[in-house]
């Protein structure tokens, strides 16, 4: 499982699917704000991948109730979307996804062995 993978399966989706059922603000940009954290511990520990996993565990730990209620509120919300108009909130947030996408594949390229690491894969698995 590849990290950026991981991260585009469950927090880029869901906090783009978030962010098409709300049209924005609130919970969604809590949702992006997740993302934007635990790549930020990546980044900042990319020296010593035991430590990121560490942190990024603390970091889901603390905040897995919450994201899940989010999902949960997201789920609910989309049911009352047509087809169309979840088409139309997706494009107006596909920018969104996609710089957050490019920034997790930057990161597997600038640290070896991250895509591969049990600990954050551990660690990004504990908010499912």
Do not use: W
Request: hydrophobic share 45%; aromatic share 4%; glycine share 10%.
């Amino acid at each position: 499982m590849r990290i950026i993978s991981f991260s585009k399966g469950i927090i880029i989706a869901a906090s783009t699917a978030f962010l098409m059922a709300c049209g924005g603000g609130g919970t969604a940009d809590k949702l992006m704000g997740y993302q934007e954290k635990m790549m930020s511990i990546i980044e900042s520990n990319k020296g010593d991948l035991d430590k990121a996993a560490v942190e990024l565990k603390t970091f889901v730990d603390a905040n897995k109730a919450d994201f899940q209620a989010a999902m949960k509120s997201m789920a609910e919300e989309m049911k009352g979307k047509s087809e169309e108009e979840a088409k139309a909130l997706q494009a107006k947030y596909a920018e969104k996804a996609a710089e957050m996408e490019k920034r997790g594949e930057q990161l597997e390229k600038d640290i070896p062995g991250l895509k591969d690491h049990a600990g954050i894969k551990a660690a990004m698995a504990g908010l499912m």
